[in-house]
Nanobody
Framework: QVQLVESGGGLVQPGGSLRLSCVASGSIFSINAMGWYRQAPGKERELVADITSGGATSYANSVKGRFTVSRDNDKNAVYLQMNSLRPEDTAVYYC????????????????WGQGTQVTVSS
C-alpha cells in the first residue's frame, strides 16, 4: 500500500505565503512525476505545478512567478511554496504522484493525497 500525506494548509491573508508538504510512504519502488492540483468550490480540479524525477518543473499560468514546486527524492517528498497568495488561490490542494510499487516495479499508478484546504482571505 502507498499513501500520500499532505500538510501545511491553512488560512492566510492576501499577499501572504504558505508551504505545502506531501510525503509518500509504503512499498515504493520508484516515484516518477509528483505534483499539486487544486479544486475550488464549483470548479474542476486543475494542475497547479508538477516536477519530474529529474527536477523539470511546469506551472499553471495563474501561479507562474508566485509558486515554486520542489522535491526531495530521499524523503519521497514534494513541496509547494506559495507566495503572494490571492483570494482566487483558495481551494483544496491535492498532492499527486506517479508511483511504482515494489510488488510490480514495471507498472506505475497515480496516487492522491487526501487534500489540504488553503484559504486566502482578509
Amino acid at each position: 500500500q502507498v499513501q500520500l500525506v499532505e500538510s501545511g494548509g491553512g488560512l492566510v491573508q492576501p499577499g501572504g505565503s504558505l508551504r505545502l508538504s506531501c510525503v509518500a510512504s509504503g512499498s515504493i519502488f520508484s516515484i516518477n512525476a509528483m505534483g499539486w492540483y487544486r479544486q475550488a468550490p464549483g470548479k474542476e480540479r486543475e494542475l497547479v505545478a508538477d516536477i519530474t524525477s529529474g527536477g523539470a518543473t511546469s506551472y499553471a499560468n495563474s501561479v507562474k512567478g508566485r509558486f515554486t514546486v520542489s522535491r526531495d527524492n530521499d524523503k519521497n517528498a514534494v513541496y509547494l511554496q506559495m507566495n503572494s497568495l490571492r483570494p482566487e488561490d483558495t481551494a483544496v490542494y491535492y498532492c499527486n504522484a506517479d508511483i511504482s510499487e515494489r510488488r510490480s516495479p514495471w507498472y506505475s499508478h497515480d496516487y492522491w493525497g487526501q487534500g489540504t484546504q488553503v484559504t486566502v482571505s482578509s
